[in-house]
C-alpha cells in the first residue's frame, strides 16, 4: 500500500522560513515526479512546485519562484520543500502527491502551515 | 493552461443526474498522445480523492455512476444517479503541462 506523508507545518511570522517534509512507501521512488499543492481551507487546490522522477528537474509556481525550494532524496524516499520569506498567503494545507504521467495518483493527508504574527 | 468549469454551484435532488463541465485554454492532447484530464472529488473534511484519470478512466473502488468523456479541451463528469455520499466539490486538473492546473471546483450538494 502506497503512504505519503507530510510532516513540518506549522505556525510561523511573517518573512520566516519553514521545511516541509514528505516521505514515501510502498511505490518505486525513483519513477515518479513528485508535487506539493496548498488550499486554503475553504478554497481552491494550487499547484506549488514539482520535481520529476529521472532527470530531477524542478518546476514551481509563479507565487512562490525565488522563495521555495523543491528537492528529491531518492535513497530516503522523501521530498522536501524549503519555503523562505514566507507570507500571509502561503498559509494553507500542503499535499504531497505522487504522479507518475500527469495522473495525480497517490495523496497525502496533509500539513497544515499557518504565516501569521 | 486555465481550466474552467460550470457551474460552480451545482444543487442535486437524489437519485437524479449530474454533470460538470470543464474547458481548458489549450489542447491537453500531451506530445505522447494520450489526454491528462483527471477528476477529483473532495468530500468535506477530506483530501481530494482521485475519481477518474486520463478522461475517462475510473479508478479502483470508485461506483460506475460516475463517468468522465470529452477530448481536447472541453470535457464532462457525469453522475449517473446522485447518492447522498456524492456530497462535495469536485475539481478538474490537467496533468498534461506543468505547471498542472485545477479547476475553481464545483460544489455538489443535495437539493
Redesign the interface.
Known amino acids: 500500500e502506497v503512504h505519503l506523508v507530510e510532516s513540518g507545518g506549522g505556525l510561523v511570522q511573517p518573512g520566516r522560513s519553514l521545511r516541509l517534509s514528505c516521505a514515501a512507501s510502498g511505490i518505486a521512488f525513483v519513477d515518479y515526479a513528485f508535487?506539493w499543492?496548498r488550499q486554503v481551507p475553504g478554497k481552491?487546490?494550487?499547484?506549488v512546485s514539482?520535481v520529476y522522477g529521472g532527470s530531477g528537474g524542478v518546476?514551481y509556481?509563479d507565487s512562490v519562484k525565488g522563495r521555495f525550494t523543491m528537492s528529491r532524496d531518492n535513497a530516503k524516499s522523501s521530498l522536501h520543500l524549503q519555503m523562505d520569506s514566507l507570507r500571509a498567503e502561503d498559509s494553507g494545507l500542503y499535499?504531497c502527491i505522487g504522479?507518475r504521467?500527469?495522473?495525480?495518483?497517490y495523496?497525502?493527508?496533509?500539513t497544515l502551515v499557518t504565516v501569521s504574527s | 493552461v486555465v481550466m474552467t468549469q460550470s457551474p460552480l454551484s451545482l444543487p442535486v435532488t437524489l437519485g437524479q443526474p449530474a454533470s460538470i463541465s470543464c474547458r481548458s485554454g489549450q489542447s491537453l492532447v500531451?506530445s505522447d498522445g494520450?489526454t491528462?484530464l483527471?477528476w477529483?472529488q473532495q468530500r468535506p473534511g477530506q483530501?481530494?480523492?482521485?475519481l477518474i484519470?486520463?478522461i475517462s478512466n475510473r479508478d479502483s473502488g470508485v461506483p460506475d455512476r460516475f463517468s468522465g468523456s470529452g477530448s481536447g479541451t472541453d470535457f464532462t463528469l457525469k453522475i449517473s444517479r446522485v447518492e447522498a455520499e456524492d456530497v462535495g466539490v469536485y475539481?478538474c486538473?490537467?496533468?498534461?503541462n506543468?505547471?498542472?492546473?485545477?479547476g475553481?471546483?464545483t460544489k455538489l450538494e443535495i437539493k
Not at chain 2, 93 to 96: D, E, H, M, S
Open positions: 508535487h499543492v481552491g487546490l494550487e499547484w514539482g518546476g509556481a499535499y504522479d504521467a500527469g495522473d495525480l495518483e495523496w497525502g493527508q496533509g | 500531451h494520450n491528462y483527471n477529483f483530501s481530494p480523492r482521485r484519470y486520463k475539481y486538473v490537467q496533468g498534461t506543468w505547471p498542472y492546473t485545477f475553481q471546483g
